[in-house]
């Protein structure tokens, strides 16, 4: 398995809702943050487009 040095690039930066979004396939998201101090990351929402956006 692969090492990720930055969560970050693995999801785009969703300036609106100030989270990481990461595309699991056409229709779901996993939404998530990045706590750099202590070193982790928060699983906010894993769910479809619409759910997180609210719209298609």
Avoid: W
């Avoid at 979004?21 to 699983?43: C, K, M, P, S, W």
Wanted: aromatic share 12%; charged share 25%; proline share 2%.
């Amino acid at each position: 398995m692969s090492k990720v040095a930055n969560p970050a690039d693995l999801g785009e930066y969703k300036v609106n809702l100030r989270v990481f979004a990461y595309e699991l396939g056409r229709n779901d998201r996993i939404i998530y943050d990045i706590n750099y101090q202590t070193n982790t990351i928060v699983f906010l929402r894993v769910c479809d487009h619409k759910s997180v956006y609210g719209k298609d």
